[in-house]
Every structure is written in C-alpha cells, then in structure tokens.
C-alpha cells in the first residue's frame, strides 16, 4: 500500500494520504480509505515546492489556475487549461458602506471560465487527472454547477460524459449541461440521493467520476481559490473570509491553500477567521456548529439555494471544525433573506450572483450586523456562481420593465410613473 | 430471513470480491455480527474502537440513511436491501 510514485520535474505531489489515520496510497482513482472509510487527500513534497516555486514563478505562468501547476496533483505537462481562474477580486466599495465594513472584497467565479462558476477550477483538475490516468469517460454528481462543468470541459478535452442531477433544478443549469451533449441522467430524488446512486456507479463501469473515485485530485482544484486571493490583495492573507457551505469542501480547500502558502513561504504567516454560509433549508453544518457537536446530523434539503442543497455533507465536519479553530462562524439565512442577498450584491456592486452567492451575502450581512466581523478586518466574499442560471429564484422579487409607446409621451409618463414608484417601492402596475 | 447487503469495493477484498452478500439479522446491529460471521475482519472496518459506526460509513436501509431511521436499532425484515456507502463523496 506504501506509494512508489515518482514526482515530475514539474508537480510536487507524491502519494494519497488518509486524512484520518495517515495511511498512504498509489495516485490511483480511489478516494476513501480501506482501512478506516476517512477521505484520501493528495500529498505534496512541501520541502520540493519550497525550493522550487517563487512569487516570481508563479507570476511568469499562465493567466489561470495553472500558475499554481507545482501545488495542483497533475503529472504531466498535458494540463487542460480553458483559461480557469484568475477571475476578478473587486474591491466592494459600496456594499461595504452600505453594510459599515471597511475594506471588503468580492471574488468574483460568478464569471469563471469556461461556465461561470468555481467549479471550472475543480473539473480542469479532475479531467486533467482523468487523462493521466487513461479514463475515456467522465462523471459526476452535481447540483447542476458541477454538470455545466463537466459537460463543457469533457466536450473541449474530447471525453465521454455522463452527469447524474437531481430532476427538480432550474431550467438554466439543466440547458447549460445540454448544450455540451453529454449523457444527462436525471434522478428523481434530492442530491444526496444523487451521490448516493453515483457511489454505487462509480466502480462498475470504468468511468471517472470527478467527485467521487476522483474527488482527491477535483477537490485541490479549489486551493486555487486561496492562492489567488492571496497574490490579488498583493501576496497578503486577508483577515477573514466568508464562503458557501456545501458539502464542505470548498471551505477546507481555501483554508489548505492558505496554509500551503504559509508553509513554503510565499506569504507572511497571519490567522484568518473562516465563517461558513448555508441555506436555513439545508444547514447540517451550521447547526452543528452551533450545538457545538463534532458530528453531522443529516437532513432533507428544502431551500431555494439549490447548488448548495447538501443534507449529508461529505466535509462537513472538517468545515466545523476550521470554523472553531479560526474564530470563524457558521451562520444561515432563510430563502427571503437569500434573494435579498443576490439583490444587494447586485444593485451594489453590478455583480449577477445565484442563490449560493445571494446566500453568503446574505451571511455576511448577518455576521457583520451581529458584530462577528470586525469593521476594521480585510474581509473577502466568496461569490462562486452566476445568477443567469437561476433566474426562477429572484423571478417576481425584481419588477418589471415599463412597457411603452414608441412616443415621446408614452416615455415621459412611463418616467413619471418610475419615479412613483421609486418613492412607494415597486409595485406591479400595468402602463 | 434473508437481507441483501450491498458490499462497497473498499470492503470486496473481505468478500471474495462478491459485491453483495446474503445475510440475516433483525437490527443493524445484528447484521453486523452476522456479516463478520460470514466475512471475518469486516466489522473492524466498518466499526471503531468502541464499536461504534464509523464517522465515514453510511447504512442505507431500502435507500433510507439509517440516520433518519432507528440508527443501529434499525429493525430489518426479509428482503429489505442494506447497502453500505462510502460517507466521502460529492460536493
């Protein structure tokens, strides 16, 4: 069971290790323990990496994830790369006055490329993973991100694919899986249900499921998220984050590209608070968190905030646990307070986010009102998808247009009627 | 009385490579004794120290995650379906 890999001249990773009881592995596309059931995580010859990388590398590489390549588990030099990553970190002048913080900022993957959410970042891992290791068919579970995805980077790298979705999500992220053609199987059952029927497909048919058999490599996709934050605000950690609590993953992964930094020495060491956002409708991790347990209850998901929509959280406990240890927090929000998130960040900052995004606005508006962020702390949003493919959402909450005349007149007593209606707040009335 | 139990591949090795295994009991709990019975060794893996589930183990009775149901105490009857499922997936 001992690794015998051999690390490239190129990429520090070595073996696969239990996050639970340290037992390693070959780089194979397996992802759970078979000693103790705990997670396989990639390991990486930091020493190596110490030696080898510089701000300076890092810099001189390409405009996407793949600067970071030396901290990412892939072998080869054959990386696809669709230009993931690198997507903006605005400095969130106006929500920050308006919610009374100091200096926040807003990573923006609502436009990440090539489908407009984090989840770009895992899949370029994943497939470029998948490759190396002779899979010809890809596949994951997904709460439609993930499908959009899969389907679109399988389609450029020239791979078979079969994504599996919960039958109820938007129309959006249904069509934006469509388009690429790949096999869609949609599962009459909830995304926990999902993942449960992928966990029993995923070693019968050879194919390479991005968050399952090959979940170690997918998920270090998401230390892109960290690493990036850090060379934006100019190789400094900010003091604290707020993200999206899903399966936990995301979170945990931010919190280990920080680290990783850390440890090589690409930025100064400083302690980061991470809080977590959920869905008031499916918060297993918050309320752990707050009944200070160190297990997971699960539960059935009943929330508008369907990306996010995971009742049994495969992280969930390590995200607890992160949140604890950093002087974080892990709140929710209900659905009305999720679309009036989407609706600030919008009208603040001119940035369209979807449910999850409105969801950790939402948070952070929260934690600051209750004084658990510090105005003065540089505190970075994680936005991590567009709200173009969830219009059902804020359907209704947005008004409407003023349909007119092609006549002078018609305008100017359809203007008058706006600002009405700005006074009073919207109200539908027919012009 | 006869319950099918689906084996994960991390599991196989103790199974013969058999992917589902023929079992009797009327809780969870005795399914698990019934099981080692068949494949010594499985139990350790799928249980701690103390003898508990592990964290990263989920039981599903007919589909159902035994956490919504009776935990351990979960009564079986015959040709209910158990199928033991990695917890580390998805996301």
Redesign the interface.
């Known amino acids: 069971m001992t690794a015998t890999y051999t690390k490239t001249s190129q990429s520090a990773f070595e073996a696969l290790q239990c996050k639970?009881c340290g037992a390693e592995y070959e780089p194979k596309a397996t992802?759970?323990?078979?000693?103790?059931?705990?997670?396989l995580e990639v390991k990486y010859d930091y020493d190596w990496l110490r030696k080898t990388v510089t701000r300076e590398t890092i810099q001189a590489g390409p405009n996407s994830i793949w600067r970071y390549r030396p901290f990412l588990p892939v072998a080869t030099d054959n990386v696809i790369d669709v230009g993931t990553g690198m997507t903006p970190l605005l400095q969130a002048n106006r929500l920050a006055r308006r919610l009374g913080l100091k200096k926040l900022y807003i990573k923006n993957d609502a436009v990440n490329m090539p489908t407009l959410s984090f989840k770009d970042r895992v899949v370029s891992v994943a497939l470029s993973r998948a490759r190396e290791l002779g899979f010809t068919t890809v596949s994951c579970?997904s709460t439609g991100n993930l499908a959009n995805s899969t389907a679109a980077i399988a389609a450029h790298a020239g791979l078979d694919c079969c994504v599996f979705i919960p039958s109820d999500l938007e129309a959006g992220k249904v069509l934006g899986t469509l388009i690429y053609g790949p096999t869609v199987m949609a599962v009459h059952g909830n995304?926990?249900?999902v993942?449960?029927l992928?966990?029993?497909v995923?070693?019968t048919h050879g194919w390479g499921f991005v968050?399952?058999n090959l979940?170690p490599y997918y998920?270090e996709g998401s230390k892109t998220l960290g690493y990036e934050v850090i060379e934006q605000l100019g190789w400094q950690l900010p003091d604290h984050i707020v993200a999206p609590l899903?399966?936990?993953?995301?979170f945990t992964k931010i919190y280990k590209g920080f680290k990783e930094f850390v440890e090589v020495g690409l930025v100064d060491e400083k302690a980061v608070r991470f809080s977590g956002a959920q869905a008031e409708g499916c918060s297993p991790i918050a309320k752990a968190f707050q009944e200070g347990r160190d297990?997971i209850?699960?539960v059935?998901p009943n929330t508008i905030a369907k990306s996010i929509a995971?009742g049994?959280?495969?992280?969930g406990?390590y995200a607890v646990d992160i949140a604890r240890k950093t002087n974080g927090n892990i709140e929710s929000v209900n659905d009305a307070e999720i679309v009036e998130g989407i609706k600030l960040l919008a009208e603040t900052e001119g940035i369209f986010t979807e449910t999850a995004g409105g969801t950790t606005i939402a948070v952070l508006k929260k934690l600051v009102e209750a004084g658990k962020i510090d105005p003065e702390e540089t505190t970075v949003a994680y936005i991590t998808g567009n709200g173009l493919k969830t219009q059902e959402a804020v359907q209704g909450y947005i008004g409407e247009p003023f349909t007119i005349e092609p006549k002078l007149d018609s305008f100017e007593r359809a203007l008058e009627r706006s600002r009405t209606l700005d006074r009073l707040e919207w109200q539908q009335v027919l012009v | 009385m006869a319950v099918k139990v689906l084996i994960p591949t991390p599991l196989q090795k103790l199974t013969n490579d058999q992917a589902t295994v023929e079992c009797n009991g009327e809780t969870i709990g005795a399914l698990l004794e019934s099981l080692e019975a068949n494949c010594p060794g499985i139990k350790a893996r799928l249980c701690d120290e103390q003898g508990k589930l592990r964290r990263f183990v989920n039981f599903y009775v007919n589909s159902e995650d035994i956490r919504f149901l009776d935990n351990e105490n979960t009564p079986l009857k015959d040709g209910d379906e158990v199928s033991i499922i990695p917890a580390i997936a998805g996301g």
Not at chain 1, 31 to 39: D, K, N
Not at chain 1, 246 to 250: E, I, K, P, R, T
């Open positions: 639970e992802h759970v323990c078979e000693l103790c059931f705990g997670p579970a995304y926990d249900q993942n449960r992928c966990s029993e995923a070693n968050n399952i979940r998920s899903a399966s936990g993953s995301l297990f209850s699960p059935k995971i049994n959280p495969a992280d406990v």
